[in-house]
């Protein structure tokens, strides 16, 4: 049951076996459980988390805290170095503009994102083809990154305005056909950075579209129905009826997207592998850990991204405090 | 291995009955294939004799797994090769190839999950695989066959610290400049013969109006490394063999006279506006068009003279004939002289990671000249920098050439720079600082940003 | 939260029908023909890329290489040479069949595993006391920062311990954890909007946490994990990251492995990922037009607030 398994019959069997495995686990946990009676609330949390925590001490934290701690060594890992390699993240020109494209990207992509995602969530709420045109927006979101950077070649690639060479990527094809001159989209700075940005949105809308409509659906009607009676016109119905009401499920999706683009590197390595000013940290996290063999640097730039969901995370403790209050 | 050593008496006819079933198959699919332009197998081994592999006595039943970055359709015959040794031995060779070997080979080497044998592309690579501790040291016989059949300078790039590890597997020629044969007949153009002559050669092209060169150093994350081996190139012609050691092991600073001079040679192709680039675009072109796509305009006529490594061959489609009175062929990237033949090449070696009989016994086929002869008859795109390659046996005229360039006693080969420096200049400071040069750096920051980025 | 609904235990009935419709005329006379327009103008954007891909996967080698594949419509040129190179395996080298079930065989039981766990965690952080709740929620939601690369290398070492190395338990184990922060962190917000008055009211009845889960916060659940679901399937279907670590050797390696290695050793045959695309897409799109409606309903039902 443990060992590779190889055979079709043996693969489909393995993973029921895993399946059944797993509800066991699960069985006997809530078994326990309900042997406990009345409000030992204590003891009963402990088994429902017990699995959870013991997974993400072994698979999260520990490898967080490790890459913390390796974050103070060298290249090697063999010297302690104390701060040096946060002191390089800082004045590093390259790895200042690192820092300033993961700014650029963490600042537009969830709110863009959101943005279109909501207004898309309206546009087409109760309209003929609701569910074909939801699908639409979130096609991209099934899309691998592998065949995502296919796609956007078919979008960017430039081709030079000589002879009879044809444009094969889109963008440059409308510009040509409006009579201007091809630009090689990926190598200018800081445009660079927008075009892959958008990448990235073009992928994360269908997420947020799909929660926040589900979320819009939930408004009761007579809300609506009141308002409208109270002749609110159309934008303050968004104003003073959507939003609010839909504003847990803004900062879940926002949340959900800004970290997702923290950590966001598969885009930047396939269409530019980080050249032409558009490196991101995740992306110099890879290339300086696996590519450059420098490690302890690597481990640091990876810290700076723990530190930057930080602000993320307090707004979250404060949304939570908030609903609980 | 748990597997049990199970009798043998049925194995010969059983095993050979079935691996000739496949190799059947596999040609089938392979023969109705034009041989030229493509990487498919021209042709697979027929009938087999064992008597070469019976030293290597019987190893019914046993695995040997092989991790690579050789993937499809290169594969093919890569696996086509190891038949007759499958066939006569008993033994079963497990492939995996993925394209993120180099990254993942270290991961698995360091938990502990490494192969049986690894085909590493890079002898920097190499050592910290070896400094995981997790690797062995080739055995003597396969130590005896490289030492036979290599050159000292290849059995050098596969030894750390004084112990020999990885031999030789495959070689690619890097001093190519591809072109049209067809181009140069009607035009009365002559195959250059010094770096002055293919100065002449670009310029006379330039005056027609058209760009004489295109190239393209795209390449996902390793965007840039076309150009540190143009650089190379040029180090190794303008400067020497010697010089370049000691650039390689810093004894010479990264942005001494010596590499300002070699950059800027370079310089005077591709950032000359006048020269590229050609069916591509301007100079900043260059960095923005991937490398695979960057020769292609030479069928178009867009574009006379790319410089790049004899697996370019696999980047035209089938339909391309690749040879000397074909579609597209290449020349040798000639040196300051007529007499001086630097080569620039890189290749894989074969790291074990366990010593069991039946690794050793495949890790010294692999370093036999029986093996590399028999890679020949199947590959297409494919040398090696074995002194017995006979090559007769190479089907593509690239290779044949390539074989030839290796094989001649005048060349002075060197190893791809960029794979022997640390990684931190190799696979990134060179790669990226190279890129920034092509988009309008000048030399001195370029090679001094490098130089700051050596581990110190 | 500021939403005041009513309470509503059975969130679909019959009636719902006309109301959804009364709402829709009553919607209607809202939107303008501008905000169809603008509908249409986003739904063409975001499909203009997929469906150069599509018009491409059909296109000969060498027209993808050379012409835009908006050419296809003065020009069309049409092969299935792409296809048939994907799906033949002496071709490309690459057993798509196999890896189809390998994806499957992968995905199912991770999305499974972390569905259970999060909502028993969920369901603990959001009706139950117990000390240190606060920060151990707050812990784990700040762990989906963890970059998965660091991950792999413990993570693999503890599983070549363990001797379970290159079986599909090392992609179950680690996509499991992986996405348990996030799963939690979703889950929570629909659960802690269950009416409160509901779990009460069950309380009352002598209802232990067990039954409470059960009987009253699964039915209004259900969807919600439907949706979680979907994402979670997305995203194991389509890593590559993780499956390249654990599952790189070819008797168990996913869709996306082999995908990604289609395009040759030097990326020569990238055309051929055009076609190797669109058979990845296949299942997701499948599951999600499958899934929709539960997800609409799935999240309304856990939005309503008492």
Request: with cysteine.
């Amino acid at each position: 049951m443990f060992t590779t398994a190889t055979t079709t019959s043996q693969k489909i069997l393995q993973m029921f076996a895993a399946i059944l495995l797993f509800v066991a686990v699960i069985g006997l946990i809530l078994y326990i459980a309900s042997r406990f009676t009345g409000k030992r609330d204590r003891a009963i949390a402990a088994l429902y988390l017990a699995p959870t925590v013991l997974m993400l001490s072994v698979g999260l934290l520990y490898p967080g805290l490790r890459t913390i701690y390796q974050s103070f060594f060298d290249a090697s890992l063999k010297n302690f170095i104390g701060f040096d390699n946060y002191t390089a993240i800082l004045t590093d020109a390259e790895q200042l503009t690192v820092l300033r494209n993961t700014a650029f990207w963490v600042l537009v992509t969830p709110f863009l994102a959101t943005a279109i995602g909501l207004i898309y969530a309206i546009l087409v709420d109760k309209a003929r083809m609701e569910s074909f045109a939801k699908a639409l927006i979130f096609l991209p979101m099934s899309i691998s990154f592998v065949a995502a950077g296919v796609i956007w070649k078919f979008m960017y690639e430039y081709r030079p305005d000589q002879g009879s060479i044809k444009q094969i990527g889109l963008i440059n094809q409308i510009i040509v056909w409006l009579g201007g001159k091809p630009i090689q989209l990926l190598i200018e700075s800081p445009l660079n950075t927008f075009l892959l940005i958008a990448v990235m949105v073009w992928i994360q809308a269908g997420f947020a579209m799909t929660v926040l409509s589900a979320a819009i659906k939930a408004i009761p009607d007579d809300i609506i129905e009141a308002a409208r009676l109270d002749g609110v016109g159309p934008l303050g119905m968004f104003r003073f009826v959507t939003l609010p009401a839909i504003r847990p499920a803004v900062v879940v999706v926002l949340t959900t997207i800004a970290i997702g683009t923290l950590k966001v590197f598969d885009i930047v390595q396939t269409m530019t592998g980080g050249r032409f000013d558009t490196s991101v940290i995740a992306n110099e996290f890879y290339s300086q850990t696996f590519r450059s063999d420098n490690r302890g640097f690597g481990a640091a730039l990876a810290v700076v991204l723990f530190i930057l969901v930080i602000p993320i995370v307090a707004y979250n403790i404060r949304q939570l405090r908030r609903s609980e209050a | 291995m748990f597997v049990q050593r199970g009798s043998s008496r049925s194995r010969i006819a059983l095993a050979g009955a079935l691996s000739a079933g496949l190799v059947l198959s596999l040609s089938a699919c392979a023969d109705d294939k034009e041989p030229s332009g493509g990487t498919a197998p021209a042709s697979s081994l027929a009938p087999i004799d064992c008597a070469p592999y019976t030293a290597f006595g019987d190893l019914k039943g046993k695995e040997v797994s092989i991790y690579t970055g050789i993937v499809t359709p290169e594969d093919t015959p890569q696996k086509e090769s190891y038949k007759p040794f499958e066939q006569c031995t008993g033994i079963t060779i497990k492939y995996e190839g993925d394209k993120s070997f180099e990254t993942q080979v270290l991961i698995r080497a360091e938990a502990g999950n490494p192969p049986d044998l690894a085909y590493v592309p890079q002898p920097g690579l190499l050592q910290r695989l070896v400094a995981t501790g997790k690797a062995v040291e080739a055995p003597t016989e396969v130590a005896a066959n490289v030492d036979k059949d290599f050159g000292a300078d290849w059995k050098a790039y596969g030894t750390v610290d004084g112990k020999f590890y990885a031999a030789p597997l495959g070689a690619n020629v890097k001093s190519l400049v591809w072109y049209s044969p067809k181009e140069f007949k009607d035009n009365g153009y002559q195959i250059p013969q010094t770096l002055g002559e293919l100065k002449t050669l670009s310029d006379k092209i330039a005056a027609t109006g058209k760009k004489p060169w295109c190239a393209g150093i795209a390449s996902g994350e390793a965007t840039g490394w076309p150009l540190t081996d143009w650089m190379e190139d040029f180090f190794l012609r303008l400067n020497g063999p010697e010089a370049y050691d000691k650039w390689i092991k810093h004894e010479i600073p990264f942005n001494g006279p010596e590499a300002t001079k070699a950059l800027d040679g370079v310089g005077e192709y591709l950032k000359n506006d006048k020269y590229v680039n050609g069916g591509l675009g301007d100079v900043k072109s260059i960095a923005g068009t991937e490398f695979k796509d960057a020769g292609l305009p030479i069928l178009d006529g867009d574009c006379s003279l790319h410089r790049q490594a004899s697996f370019y061959a696999a980047n035209f489609d089938k339909s391309t004939k690749v040879a000397e009175d074909g579609d597209v062929y290449a020349f040798y990237l000639p040196g300051e002289t007529a007499d001086s033949k630097p080569v620039l090449g890189g290749g894989e070696f074969v790291l074990a990671f366990a010593d069991r009989p039946e690794v050793k016994a495949f890790q010294t086929y692999l370093s036999s000249s029986t093996w590399a002869n028999n890679k020949a008859k199947v590959s297409s795109g494919w040398v090696s920098a074995n002194k017995q390659l006979d090559v007769a046996n190479l089907v593509n005229p690239i290779d044949a050439l390539s074989a030839k360039i290796l094989q001649d006693p005048k060349a002075t080969f060197r190893f791809d720079a960029s794979d022997l420096m640390p990684a931190a200049v190799g696979s990134n400071a060179f790669w990226k600082q190279g890129t920034s040069w092509i988009t309008g750096q000048d030399t001195k920051t370029t090679l001094t940003n490098i130089e700051n980025a050596w581990p110190k | 939260m500021t939403t005041a609904a009513p309470l509503t235990t059975t969130p679909v009935s019959k009636t719902e029908g006309k109301k959804l419709s009364a709402a829709a005329t009553a919607k209607k006379k809202l939107t303008s023909p501008w905000a169809s327009l603008a509908a249409v103008v986003i739904a063409v954007l975001w499909t203009i890329p997929t469906f150069g891909l599509l018009i491409s996967s059909f296109r000969p080698e060498d027209a993808i290489k050379r012409t835009g594949w908006w050419t296809f419509f003065t020009n069309p040129l049409v092969t299935f040479q792409n296809y048939e190179a994907v799906l033949d395996p002496n071709e490309a080298g690459a057993n798509l069949p196999a890896s189809f079930l390998n994806s499957l065989v992968m995905t199912i039981p991770s999305v499974l595993i972390p569905l259970c766990l999060a909502s028993l965690a969920a369901y603990a952080f959001a009706w139950m006391n117990f000390p240190g709740k606060n920060v151990l929620f707050i812990a784990i939601f700040a762990l989906q920062i963890v970059p998965l690369q660091v991950t792999l290398l413990p993570l693999l070492q503890l599983f070549v311990s363990w001797d379970i190395d290159g079986t599909f338990w090392t992609v179950w184990l680690s996509h499991s954890t992986f996405a348990l922060p996030l799963a939690i962190y979703l889950l929570h917000n629909f659960i802690k909007e269950v009416p409160s008055s509901l779990i009460e009211a069950a309380r009352i009845d002598g209802a232990g946490h067990v039954s409470i889960f059960f009987r009253v916060l699964l039915p209004l659940l259900t969807p919600a994990l439907a949706a979680f679901g979907i994402f979670q399937f997305l995203w194991v279907w389509n890593d590559l990251l993780v499956s390249l670590t654990f599952a790189g050797s070819p008797a168990i390696s996913p869709l996306t492995v082999q995908l990604s290695n289609l395009s040759g050793t030097r990326g020569t045959a990238w055309y051929l990922l055009s076609a190797g695309a669109f058979i990845s897409i296949l299942v997701p799109v499948t599951v999600f037009l499958l899934l929709q409606r539960y997800f609409v309903r799935g999240l309304l039902a856990g939005s309503v607030k008492g």
